[in-house]
């Protein structure tokens, strides 16, 4: 089994910055893709951000390009979402998640385990 713990969330005002963090349990973190998706309420969960197995491939929502960047660290099995120039529209519960496979996606779908959500308020 795997457990994604999400931390970083937090109030904020607009224009300003926050960094998520997930860490992941076992032993096979590096074979998988990672990803980011957020929920606001009343609204489906959408794709924020992924990253390859290895680093070496990134992708990113176009409402959060230029503003948002996604990173791993194998070696301490986490990955961090740091999101800059934050605007009240980003307010939402933000989601840690690991794929099927090793490359990225924007499909739910195509992972296969999820942490509990940490909240991001910002505020105008």
């Known amino acids: 089994q795997v457990h994604l713990v999400e931390s970083g969330g937090g109030l904020v005002q607009a224009g300003g910055s926050l960094r998520l963090s997930c860490a992941a349990s076992?032993?096979?973190?590096?074979?998988?893709?990672m990803g980011w998706f957020r929920q606001a309420p009343g609204k489906e969960r959408d794709f924020v951000a992924a990253?390859?197995?290895?680093?070496?491939?990134?992708s990113y929502a176009d409402s959060v390009k230029g503003r948002f960047t996604i990173s791993r660290d194998n070696a301490k099995n986490t990955v961090d979402l740091q999101m800059n120039s934050l605007k009240p529209e980003d307010t939402a519960v933000y989601y840690c998640a690991r794929s099927w496979g090793p490359s990225t996606s924007a499909y739910s779908n195509n992972y296969a385990y999820w942490g509990q959500g940490t909240q991001v308020t910002v505020s105008s």
């Open positions: 990253i390859s197995r290895g680093g070496s491939s990134t």
């Open positions: 076992g032993r096979t973190f590096s074979s998988y893709a």
